[in-house]
């Protein structure tokens, strides 16, 4: 498929429905704020958040500036219900309500989301590398809890997250600028800065444009040859270019470019064990706080470009809507995997020195997807308002792992036998004893449509659906001493189906609304990897051979809920039972050093949550969040399986926190005519939480590493209780706010230094290495912006 021909040629429909119409009911122009009045499109057409009818959240600019939030991470402390699981900069997990399949990793390609992801109107999910987008000169940021998969489709079976831009304003010139510094662990510095600019073009367009530069500072610790301080440094930068014509009275042109990268120098990994470095070899070592071990020096790259068109247009009571998107994505995760080669030449009997040689795993992602959305809607004043659309992807996505170890042919052949590493090799290069290229083309077409009676003045009923067809291709070609030798297989999988939704909606009074809703979700299903066969042992052979694809996972979410609002408070509280169908579990595959992904049968979440905020008085303002759920499996597996994989009836959904709550709290007062001060503080507490659903049993589990090397024997072990236990963060900020725009915040970031654990990480199930991704350590920092 020619992406670039395709794009172009819709870029020319979009604007052949600008030439013949006037700006359609989608546009996200800006928000109002009146009190708690915000603006959202969570539906697809302006509404309140009171007035839509589930449950949402929208993290306005304000919110994002006064808290000082730089990441999704950041803002979901203050979101019921939403969890970010962060693997750091561009590679966040994202779960809603307890919908969670387990953690992904950078080699799971064929796994789908569970939550979408959009900027404006434009689809950029992808699973496990969630596009980590600078938060500046956003509009806000919306959560809409529970499957979306009526307006929003697949990925969207948890939730959807929409970051709302800014957008060009007609008439206007002006901008913003904003400086940061920041130290983090008190002793590594990161800055940015960034800026924003809206420029009038003649009466009748304008542009925006965008652009930061941010340098994060690192706080993980190397030992090793490949050691030092504060490895994980690194820096973002990028911006965006947006352009609105109006061409008439009656039409809406927005093109827009985004170009953005990150490049990493390590990951947010603290050990504790490690086949070089651990407390069983001859000269015993231990791991201090924030510490790991390298021979070499790890890396994360992603280059991210977007193209889109919004056409807008108004046909006589009916609005038309044209979003045609193109992305280009080039991810490079590059990790030291030499435990994992090394313990693999333990285990062939190789000599000390092809056991220490440095291996680097490099995995590339290149990705190419294309979108279309064309959408209708009502647009008069009547007792039924409608929606209907169609929507086209094609996913282009090569997935490659080289795993360079120089030297690694020499020694394979002096133990194994002279020329076996070029038997194996499969037309890869030498001295890589692992190699794959795995190609998939994913093709999806939909349509949904979804419609709102006013049965009376306080009653709406809205019912919706959406018709999927979804088509998967990948071909695996494997070769290197590890891998299975596969030469161009071909795997193919297809599913369609209806995902529909009914809410109903019903103001009690002006100020408290009663809502309804059953709604499906889905999410694609997919085929899983071969096992890296000849890294199995015969038990995990047998136990995880058998799954060779997966179907697709559906969801049906009941859900009742109550929004309130009044002078000085509001109040947004839901209850929900989410049944879970075939639930796409991911799993470690033990010593094959492989994941897999299969289907639970039966699953759920049920759970309460809500948002509740209040002025008790002038300046005074407080909001607390919380969500209490109960995530979990229904199936029991057979046998051995359920205790290999955790899979079991009554265990626990795996990354979900029982019980969530944060709480913020500021003060505004005049110092000056012309200057406002604040202080404000925030509190987070987040339940302990499993990484794997298999983490359940036979925990504390104790990893028996079985690798005689460095003076370590073989029935060396280490024991790990594997419930990641609960963290609670506080956030303290202040700062003067001047009439002229000029905005002074100064802030400090886990104030208490929590050392929080987010997920557990293991390699080859354990054997070669131990640890846990963890948080960012206690942080302070200045913001200064200035707006004109």
Known sequence: MHFTSKFRTAMLAGCAIGLIATPAFAQDGGEEEGGNVIIVTATKRDSTIQ???????????????????????????????????????????????????????????????????????????????TPDLDLFDLNRVETLRGPQGTLFGSGSVGGTIRYITNQPELGTLGGSVEANFNLVDGDDLGYHAKGALNVPLGDNAAARVVGYYTQYGGFINAVGPAGGKDINDGERYG????????????????????????????????????????????????????????????????????????????????????????????????????????????????????????????????????????????????????????????????????????????????????????????????????NSDLPYDIEQLAIFGEATLAVSDRLDVTLGARYYDFEETRVITTGGLFANGDAGVVDETSSDGVSPRILVSYDVSDAVTLNAQASKGFRLGGVNDPLNTPLCNAEDLALFGGFQDYDDETLWNYEVGAKAQGKGFYANVAGFYNDIKNLQVTLDAGSCSSRIVFNVEDAHTLGIEAEIGFTPAKGFDFVVSGSLIEAEFDTTLPGPLASATGIRDGNRLPTVPEFQLSASGSYEWAVADVADAFVAVSYQHVGNRFTQPADQENNPRTFVHGLPFNGAPANASTTVDLLLPSYDLVNLSAGVEYENGLAVTVYLNNVFDENALLSFDRERGGRARLGYNIGQPRTFGMTVRKTF
């Open 239 to 434: 911006g965006r270019i947006a352009i609105k014509i109006e061409a008439g009275d009656s039409v809406t042109l927005t093109p827009r470019v985004i170009y953005q990268k990150i490049e990493v120098d390590g990951f947010n990994r603290q050990e504790i064990f490690n086949l070089y470095h651990n407390e069983f070899q001859t000269n015993p070592q231990t791991f201090d706080e924030r510490e790991q071990f390298l021979l070499l020096r790890e890396a994360f790259e992603d280059e991210t470009f977007i193209a889109d068109l919004v056409a807008e247009a108004r046909l006589g009571g009916v609005k038309l809507t044209s979003v045609t998107s193109y992305t280009d994505r080039q991810i490079l995760v590059s990790r030291d995997a030499s435990a994992l080669t090394g313990s693999v030449s333990v285990d062939l009997g190789y000599p000390d020195a092809g056991v220490n040689l440095p291996s680097n795993l490099r995995d590339t992602t290149d990705l190419e997807t294309f979108s279309q959305e064309i959408r209708l809607a009502s647009d008069y004043d009547s007792a039924l308002q409608w929606v209907i659309g169609g929507f086209y992807s094609e996913v282009d996505r090569f997935y490659r792992q080289r795993l360079p170890t120089p030297g690694y042919d020499a020694f394979t052949d002096a133990v194994l036998g002279a020329g076996t590493s070029a038997a194996v090799a499969n037309g890869f290069p030498a001295d890589s004893p692992f």
């Open 51 to 129: 007035d839509v009818p589930f449950s949402i959240n929208a993290q306005t600019e304000a919110d994002i500036q006064r808290s000082g939030a730089v990441t999704l991470e950041d803002l979901s402390r203050n979101v019921a219900g939403l969890i970010i699981q962060n693997l750091g900069p561009g590679q966040s997990q994202v779960s809603v309500r307890g919908v969670s399949a387990g953690q992904v990793v950078r080699d799971q390609p064929g796994v789908k989301e569970q939550v979408g992801v959009y900027l404006d109107e434009s689809v950029i999910s992808l699973s496990l590398f």
